[in-house]
């Protein structure tokens, strides 16, 4: 995944395909994404709650309270880096402060692999492997506006 292959991006969509740009010289490189399947498919609310479990010790939907992890209410349309009173890593800030935005192309990409997207993140789950419980979560995440 060429993603892994910048420290600091910009994830973006085009045309159903990730791009990853790099924040030091603009360059792009494409993000292999399977061409049989919709690059961002609607996924399930109900089921993305149940995945949401696996993220509820660090994060939380119901209110704009941070934990361990900043809260998530709003995160989709949300710029990188933003809520207040949380204490980001220097390289999520870094990503933050290239204009990134928490699309559901850069959901995907960074709830796959956090790491490969923000190397220094402070997040320190692995990432959700299955694209149908990325999907799930990011539909849930869309109600918790």
Known sequence: MLLGLFRSLHVRSHLGQLWAENALDGSLSWNAVDPARPA???GDAAKG?????????????SDKTNKVGPHLVGIVGRPVASVEDYKYSDDMKAYGATGAVWDEAALQAYLE???????????????????????DLIAFLKTKM
């Open 49 to 61: 709650e149940q995945v949401f479990k696996k993220c509820m010790a660090c994060h939380t939907v």
């Open 113 to 135: 692999k956090p790491k490969a997207v923000v190397a220094k993140t402070k997040m320190a789950f692995a990432g959700l492997n299955k694209e149908d419980e990325r999907e």
């Open 40 to 42: 961002l498919a609607d």
